[in-house]
């Protein structure tokens, strides 16, 4: 797993802050024909997270801003079991029945000390800093933004300390039981279970982050959708063979996806040359982004007027979308953080 920690920015315990909470802005988008072009409106003002829904009409685009929002190895169960009784000399037995029954002994006690081994689980201890932060909104977020990626090949444990698959993880947080608990070591998470009085928005988060990265991990392993589409320069542009796609997918009325164009611009200029292809797909008409290109430099090619791709084919749900494509042509990786999108080409490259 290469630099999981270098994306995070701070130590995984709380620092004890109650600024409010830094979440990555991310735009959602569902299809409603009764909403006019260009209408805004922020759904949620006690988060700082705006995520702009975009509501589809017949001709029309409309976009809706919603906020969205030690490895401590169990060194007290790491019993490796050896046999008190264990003989100190060798010993010569003249019969071979009582060799016969050392031989199943010493069977016996190698599969038990396998078996004590292979149980072995990571200490499910909780910092009392994180269980207080659950209720309090702006604690918990801050600790969130800083210690919690769900996109990332994190190591999933369940609330006793023994592992369990990344989907099973994901799903007891939508459900709304569990929070996950960031371990010393960064790819540990473990799961915790909520408290009674967790407050209301926090548990409102978990989900809602949750239910997003359940839905970006369902499209890994699905092959990304053909294309052969002209870019702003007349340049005819596919999918590519035997290179690593890095996709954005974005919109005009995105402040979000405008935000992060100097950060775009800065990796593509360090990995152009490269065996990578770089390309964005955007909702609007060709001379709308060719004028609006004017004033904002974005290095990607841009292939305009995507909308029907990006919702039909790609199946996007929240803006800006980055995803990570293989040499194969499958998805890699589906997310809406620019912080990760250096980490994913480092990895998969």
């Not at 109650?18 to 409106?41: L, M, P, Q, R, Y």
């Not at 008190?84 to 010569?92: H, K, L, Q, R």
Request: proline share 3%; net charge negative; charged share 40%.
């Amino acid at each position: 797993m290469m630099a999981f920690a270098s994306y995070f920015t701070a130590p995984y315990i709380l620092d004890g802050q109650t600024a409010k909470s830094e979440i990555t802005d991310n735009e959602d988008t569902e299809n409603d024909d009764t909403e006019d072009e260009g209408d805004t409106e922020d759904e949620d003002t006690d988060e700082e997270d705006e995520d702009e829904d975009t509501e589809d009409e017949d001709e029309d685009e409309d976009e809706d801003e919603d906020e969205e929002g030690s490895d401590e190895e169990d060194e007290g169960t790491d019993e490796d079991t050896e046999d008190e009784g264990e003989d100190e000399g060798t010993v010569e037995d003249e019969d071979t029945d009582e060799g016969q029954n050392t031989q199943t002994e010493t069977k016996k006690k190698s599969h038990v000390e396998a078996s004590v081994k292979s149980s072995v689980r990571v200490s499910s201890v909780v910092d009392e800093a994180f269980v207080a932060s659950l209720r309090d909104y702006n604690q918990w977020s801050v600790y969130n933004k800083k210690n919690i990626e769900l996109s990332y090949d994190f190591i999933p444990l369940d609330v006793d300390g023994s592992k369990i698959g990344k989907r099973e993880f994901i799903q007891k947080l939508v459900d709304g039981s569990h929070v996950a608990y960031r371990k010393p070591k960064p790819e540990y998470y473990q799961l915790y279970k909520l408290p009674k009085d967790v407050a209301p928005k926090v548990k409102k988060g978990i989900i809602r982050n949750a239910s997003s990265a359940l839905y970006s991990l369902d499209q890994e392993g699905r092959d990304f959708p053909a294309f052969s589409v002209k870019d702003l320069k007349g340049n005819t542009l596919s999918n590519p063979k035997g290179k690593l796609l890095v996709v954005k997918c974005w919109f005009l009325q995105c402040t979000s996806c405008i935000k992060e164009f100097p950060e775009l611009n800065k990796i593509y200029d360090k990995y152009e040359g490269e065996n990578i292809e770089f390309v964005s797909f955007v909702f609007d008409d060709e001379e709308k982004v060719k004028k609006f290109l004017t004033k904002k430099e974005f290095r990607y090619p841009v292939l305009p007027k995507q909308r029907k791709f990006i919702d039909k084919e790609i199946k996007a749900r929240k803006y800006p979308l980055h995803i990570i494509v293989g040499k194969d042509g499958k998805i890699l990786k589906f997310f809406n953080d620019v912080k990760l999108l250096e980490h994913f080409i480092e990895e998969y490259k």
